[in-house]
């Protein structure tokens, strides 16, 4: 069994796959978010493992959009991570001697505070991963430091010049497996699921009553563009599975004839 991951080795997405991962599967490495997800739409990987969420920085805007994409994969589950930034650097120096530091967006606005206070930059570059940071980092000639992982400096002989520089210590990441099965388990707690409404005034009043008149609780919403018409968008929600009225409640949605898709219960 093949499991995609963002890579390379020492991204958080690769602690979370170490971890899911059981004997008989095997660690597939891709340089994006929507490189692992396609993977698993063409049949490359069986299952998926990305972010979708972080508590300080909201949607992983790559993830969810790429999975709009591809309506046969279904989330199977999902893994919290706690997240520690930590800035390295590939010499011995002082962090008044760093102009440059490479990262992944999610991690560089999570440590923009410290970014801010303690170095005196010229240049932040953003990358693909925390991973490909520390890699590009430990390349250079020329000083020059990352935001990564703690795991990636034994990975790229790395000098640790600050352990957790977050700028708020509740950080952590939501990942998603994804698959073509969906869960299988018999006890679900949660569902998640997309759909659009026409823009005109109280549509999506109407849908959301639905969940009040069950006793639905909703956790997220959140409207990403369409990208068909300036405009629309397309809603994604997460819902508390409490009293199984939640199939009631998709049935009354379908039936207002409106783009309905559950991307998972698990």
């Not at 790429?66 to 120096?93: A, F, G, H, P, R």
């Not at 369409?226 to 994604?236: M, R």
Request: glycine share 4%; charged share 25%.
């Amino acid at each position: 069994m093949k499991i995609g991951y963002l890579g390379p080795k020492g991204t958080f997405s690769y602690e979370v796959c170490t971890e899911y991962c059981c004997e008989n599967m095997q660690m597939v490495e891709y340089k994006t978010i929507p490189d692992c997800i396609f993977a698993l739409e063409t049949g490359e990987v069986d299952e998926s493992i990305v972010p979708i969420e972080n508590s300080l920085q909201g949607c992983v805007t790559d993830a969810i959009d790429t999975l709009i994409k591809y309506e046969s994969i279904k989330v199977k589950d999902e893994i919290l991570l706690e997240i520690k930034q930590n800035l390295m650097s590939n010499k011995n120096c002082t962090l008044e001697e760093i102009k440059k530091v490479y990262s992944h967006p999610q991690a560089l606005a999570q440590c923009r505070n410290f970014l801010e206070k303690h170095l005196l930059l010229e240049k932040i570059i953003p990358v693909e991963s925390t991973a490909l940071a520390a890699k590009k980092v430990s390349e250079e000639n020329e000083t020059s430091a990352c935001i990564c992982n703690i795991s990636c400096q034994k990975e790229y002989h790395l000098n640790l010049l600050k352990k957790s520089i977050q700028d708020n210590n509740f950080n952590k990441t939501k990942f998603w497996v994804l698959s073509k099965k969906g869960n299988e388990k018999t006890e679900r707690t949660k569902m998640s699921m997309l759909f659009s409404v026409k823009d005109k005034p109280g549509a999506l009043y109407n849908v959301l009553k639905i969940f009040n008149e069950y006793h639905l609780n909703l956790t997220k919403i959140e409207s990403r563009p369409a990208k068909t018409v300036l405009g629309e968008y397309i809603f994604w929600i997460d819902v508390t599975i409490e009293n199984h009225n939640e199939e009631k409640a998709i049935q009354e949605i379908k039936n207002m004839e409106i783009y309905t898709r559950i991307l998972g219960k698990y």
